[in-house]
Protein backbone atom coordinates (compact mmCIF):
# COMPACT_ATOMS: atom_id res chain seq x y z
CA UNK A 1 0.00 0.00 0.00
CA UNK A 2 1.41 3.04 -0.40
CA UNK A 3 -0.09 6.53 -0.37
CA UNK A 4 -1.32 8.20 -3.40
CA UNK A 5 -2.00 12.20 -1.78
CA UNK A 6 1.55 14.12 -2.56
CA UNK A 7 2.16 17.82 -2.48
CA UNK A 8 2.36 19.70 -5.52
CA UNK A 9 3.82 22.98 -4.50
CA UNK A 10 4.50 22.82 -0.72
CA UNK A 11 4.90 26.95 -0.74
CA UNK A 12 1.66 27.37 -2.09
CA UNK A 13 0.14 24.77 0.50
CA UNK A 14 -1.57 22.86 -2.68
CA UNK A 15 -1.75 19.13 -2.68
CA UNK A 16 -3.18 16.40 -4.65
CA UNK A 17 -5.25 13.50 -3.32
CA UNK A 18 -7.83 11.23 -4.15
CA UNK A 19 -11.55 12.57 -3.85
CA UNK A 20 -12.53 12.79 0.26
CA UNK A 21 -14.96 9.67 -0.07
CA UNK A 22 -12.32 7.37 -1.59
CA UNK A 23 -9.47 8.45 0.63
CA UNK A 24 -7.76 6.05 3.27
CA UNK A 25 -6.02 7.06 5.95
CA UNK A 26 -2.63 6.26 4.48
CA UNK A 27 -3.78 9.10 1.50
CA UNK A 28 -3.50 12.07 4.29
CA UNK A 29 -1.40 10.68 6.55
CA UNK A 30 2.24 12.13 8.00
CA UNK A 31 4.78 9.17 7.90
CA UNK A 32 6.87 8.65 10.75
CA UNK A 33 5.87 9.19 14.65
CA UNK A 34 7.99 11.69 17.29
CA UNK A 35 7.61 9.65 20.72
CA UNK A 36 8.95 10.21 23.71
CA UNK A 37 8.47 8.14 27.25
CA UNK A 38 6.23 9.49 29.91
CA UNK A 39 9.19 10.56 32.11
CA UNK A 40 10.32 13.03 29.33
CA UNK A 41 10.46 16.48 30.85
CA UNK A 42 7.53 18.98 29.48
CA UNK A 43 10.42 21.53 28.28
CA UNK A 44 11.95 18.32 26.33
CA UNK A 45 8.38 17.90 24.68
CA UNK A 46 8.05 21.29 23.67
CA UNK A 47 11.73 21.43 21.84
CA UNK A 48 10.72 18.62 20.10
CA UNK A 49 7.52 20.19 19.12
CA UNK A 50 9.09 23.44 18.27
CA UNK A 51 12.19 21.85 16.52
CA UNK A 52 10.42 19.31 14.07
CA UNK A 53 7.28 21.92 13.71
CA UNK A 54 4.23 19.05 14.65
CA UNK A 55 1.65 19.49 16.87
CA UNK A 56 1.96 16.76 19.24
CA UNK A 57 4.59 13.99 20.15
CA UNK A 58 3.39 10.48 20.60
CA UNK A 59 4.04 9.23 24.67
CA UNK A 60 5.47 5.56 25.16
CA UNK A 61 4.83 3.66 28.02
CA UNK A 62 7.30 3.36 30.59
CA UNK A 63 8.83 0.42 29.18
CA UNK A 64 8.95 2.18 25.78
CA UNK A 65 6.91 -0.83 24.10
CA UNK A 66 3.43 0.65 23.04
CA UNK A 67 1.62 3.62 22.78
CA UNK A 68 0.41 5.43 26.16
CA UNK A 69 -0.87 8.43 25.31
CA UNK A 70 -0.40 11.62 22.85
CA UNK A 71 0.91 15.17 24.37
CA UNK A 72 -0.28 17.90 22.61
CA UNK A 73 0.35 21.37 21.55
CA UNK A 74 -2.72 22.39 23.72
CA UNK A 75 -1.87 20.30 26.59
CA UNK A 76 1.55 21.93 26.71
CA UNK A 77 0.06 25.14 26.38
CA UNK A 78 -2.35 24.33 29.15
CA UNK A 79 0.87 23.54 31.46
CA UNK A 80 2.60 26.92 30.52
CA UNK A 81 3.68 28.67 33.53
CA UNK A 82 4.24 24.97 35.60
CA UNK A 83 7.47 22.98 36.78
CA UNK A 84 9.28 22.85 32.89
CA UNK A 85 10.96 19.77 34.34
CA UNK A 86 7.88 17.84 35.18
CA UNK A 87 7.25 14.38 33.06
CA UNK A 88 4.80 14.86 30.20
CA UNK A 89 2.55 11.89 31.42
CA UNK A 90 1.63 14.54 34.37
CA UNK A 91 -0.45 16.40 31.68
CA UNK A 92 -0.58 14.20 28.75
CA UNK A 93 -4.44 14.96 28.77
CA UNK A 94 -5.36 14.17 24.63
CA UNK A 95 -6.70 10.94 24.30
CA UNK A 96 -4.89 7.72 22.66
CA UNK A 97 -7.12 6.96 19.62
CA UNK A 98 -5.61 4.37 16.62
CA UNK A 99 -6.13 4.36 13.33
CA UNK A 100 -4.77 1.87 10.67
CA UNK A 101 -3.89 3.54 7.33
CA UNK A 102 -5.71 0.77 4.91
CA UNK A 103 -9.32 2.32 7.01
CA UNK A 104 -11.07 5.15 5.15
CA UNK A 105 -10.55 8.81 5.75
CA UNK A 106 -14.26 9.69 6.54
CA UNK A 107 -14.08 6.83 9.34
CA UNK A 108 -10.75 8.51 10.96
CA UNK A 109 -12.77 12.12 10.62
CA UNK A 110 -15.21 10.43 12.54
CA UNK A 111 -13.51 9.36 15.09
CA UNK A 112 -11.43 12.77 15.42
CA UNK A 113 -14.79 14.25 15.66
CA UNK A 114 -16.34 11.56 18.08
CA UNK A 115 -13.25 11.31 20.46
CA UNK A 116 -12.87 15.77 20.24
CA UNK A 117 -9.18 14.89 19.16
CA UNK A 118 -7.28 16.97 16.57
CA UNK A 119 -4.86 13.63 15.99
CA UNK A 120 -4.37 10.37 16.02
CA UNK A 121 -1.79 7.24 16.07
CA UNK A 122 -1.56 5.26 12.55
CA UNK A 123 -0.85 2.14 13.62
CA UNK A 124 -0.07 -0.92 11.43
CA UNK A 125 -2.69 -3.52 11.80
CA UNK A 126 -0.89 -6.70 12.34
CA UNK A 127 0.82 -5.97 15.62
CA UNK A 128 0.27 -1.75 16.93
CA UNK A 129 3.08 -0.36 16.25
CA UNK A 130 3.10 3.25 15.14
CA UNK A 131 3.52 4.56 11.90
CA UNK A 132 2.63 7.92 11.35
CA UNK A 133 -0.13 10.68 12.92
CA UNK A 134 -3.50 11.86 11.23
CA UNK A 135 -4.69 15.40 11.81
CA UNK A 136 -7.28 17.07 11.07
CA UNK A 137 -5.35 19.37 9.49
CA UNK A 138 -4.29 16.54 7.02
CA UNK A 139 -7.99 15.55 6.77
CA UNK A 140 -8.93 19.33 5.46
CA UNK A 141 -6.32 18.72 3.40
CA UNK A 142 -8.23 16.05 1.57
CA UNK A 143 -11.33 18.14 1.79
CA UNK A 144 -9.47 20.89 -0.20
CA UNK A 145 -7.40 19.11 -2.95
CA UNK A 146 -8.75 16.53 -3.12
CA UNK A 147 -9.56 14.98 -6.86
CA UNK A 148 -8.56 18.46 -7.93
CA UNK A 149 -6.04 18.29 -10.69
Known amino acids: MTPSGTSLDPLHHTFQAPEFDKATVLDAMRLGVIS ?8 EAARMMSTYRIHCVVVFDLEGERPWGVVSDLDLAA ?7 EPVRAIASTELVTVT ?3 PLARAAQLLAEHQVS ?11 PIGVLSTLDVAGVLAW ?3 A
Open 79 to 85: AAGTDPD
Open 119 to 129: HLVVVKAEDGH
Open 36 to 43: CSGDTPLR
Open 101 to 103: AGE
Open 146 to 148: GGS
